[in-house]
T-cell receptor, first 112, second 118 residues
């Protein structure tokens, strides 16, 4: 059974700093991995999707990497801004399975 | 594109009543829809998967008779919480996935429905 863990559970950093969020998964037979953002009381916004054959994906100040063999992914946020404050969730999809398994989330606070 | 809506966004109901939540794909045909539940400060827990025109597949521990799911068309799925109790209070989120192509099997998420049972 796939299990997804995110560390840390919460993170506070001053505005302008670069930061890394971590995601690990137990079953490396994944089809893809996706990073989401969730604002309080809101739904999910997809940030980046990495296929199993890819090593990284970039969108603006965000860069997500994937190391399938070690069961890890990182989300790098450059030059953080207060508007980046939110909960970040990673989720994986295994081969032959439509379901997403979500991680526990990292609650990020950017201090102005 | 790929917009998913949910209605209502918030609902308060009395214990013992039933409440229906709608999930719609606005600009694509969703062959598969997923229903999740999220407790405060927790991650999303998949409740069930529904394919258009067939019965939903429920995850272990989710009561089929309590959480009725209907996926009657390619753009609409409904979740009915029957005989609601305070412990059913939660944030319910749906997602939708289109017909399989060579694409990445991406799910598109709705904005969620906050259910409070008094």
């Amino acid at each position: 059974k796939q299990e997804v863990t995110q560390i840390p559970a919460a993170l506070s950093v001053p505005e302008g700093e670069n930061l890394v969020l971590n995601c690990s998964f137990t079953d490396s037979a994944i089809y893809n991995l996706q990073w989401f953002r969730q604002d309080p009381g809101k739904g999910l916004t997809s940030l980046l999707l990495i296929q199993s054959s890819q090593r990284e994906q970039t969108s603006g100040r965000l860069n997500a990497s994937l190391d399938k063999s070690s069961g890890r992914s990182t989300l790098y946020i450059a030059a953080s801004q207060p508007g980046d404050s939110a909960t970040y969730l990673c989720a994986v999809r295994n081969f032959g399975n439509e379901k997403l398994t979500f991680g526990t989330g990292t609650r990020l606070t950017i201090i102005p | 594109g790929a917009v998913v809506s949910q209605h209502p966004s918030r609902v308060i109901c009395k214990s013992g009543t039933s409440v229906k939540i709608e999930c719609r794909s606005l600009d694509f045909q969703a062959t598969t829809m997923f229903w999740y539940r999220q407790f405060p400060k927790k991650s999303l827990m998949l409740m069930a998967t529904s394919n258009e025109g067939s019965k939903a597949t429920y995850e272990q521990g989710v009561e089929k008779d309590k959480f009725l799911i209907n996926h009657a068309s390619l753009t609409l799925s409904t979740l009915t919480v029957t005989s609601a109790h305070p412990e059913d209070s939660s944030f319910y989120i749906c997602s939708a996935m289109g017909a399989r192509t060579s694409g990445p099997y991406e799910q598109y998420f709705g904005p969620g429905t906050r259910l409070t049972v008094t």
